[in-house]
């Protein structure tokens, strides 16, 4: 997924910039930075990053950790390993910034995924039975913890201001 930001504000913001700096690496990363933690308090905060509120764990997922013995939290996208929320990172250039998970289930978690979407597995168990599992085996809603909300775009804008009056100042 790619989400391109051209507000008013922030296009304003780096066109003053642009004027004071060459290379744009630098506020990138710090952009970066900010995107890490406020993707990180979505996980905190069990919201989308515009807050509205992540469905909750349903409850056939509940029975299946406790039915392999794994104490879990009932907060959406927390599971026992709590790997999603912790594999948060960024990558920048001089011209842009991208964050994101590289857990394989991340883009699922994302934008959600229904019963047998991406196929089925076929096979025995241990016992020598028969068996047959759609993938995902239940409907999973979507559960955004990726992109920009309003807060994002204010604290994006304010990195870019506070780049400007370094720029200013000489430094």
């Given amino acids: 997924m790619e989400l391109k930001l051209n507000t008013a504000e922030m296009d304003a913001a ?14 990138m990363q710090d952009i970066g930075e900010l ?3 406020s993707t990180k308090q979505n996980f905190v905060d069990g919201t989308d990053p515009d807050g509205k509120a992540w469905a909750p764990k349903s409850q056939a997922t509940l029975d299946a950790y406790a039915g392999r013995n794994e104490s879990v939290s009932v907060r959406p996208l927390i599971g026992p390993s709590k790997s999603l929320s912790t594999t948060i990172f960024a990558q920048h250039d001089a011209t842009s910034v991208s964050w994101g998970s590289n857990m394989i289930y991340a883009a699922v978690m994302q934008f959600g995924a229904q019963a047998g979407e991406f196929g089925a597995t076929i096979g025995r168990d241990k016992n020598g039975r028969e068996f047959f599992v759609s993938t995902p085996w239940g409907n999973i809603p979507a559960r955004p913890f990726i992109g920009v909300g309003p807060e994002d775009l204010t604290a994006i804008t304010e990195t870019i201001s506070d780049w400007l009056e370094r720029a200013d100042e000489g430094g």
Avoid: H, N, P, Y
């Fill in 14 to 27: 780096f066109a003053q910039l642009s004027l004071r700096l060459t290379d744009f690496t630098g506020v």
């Fill in 35 to 37: 995107m890490i933690e």
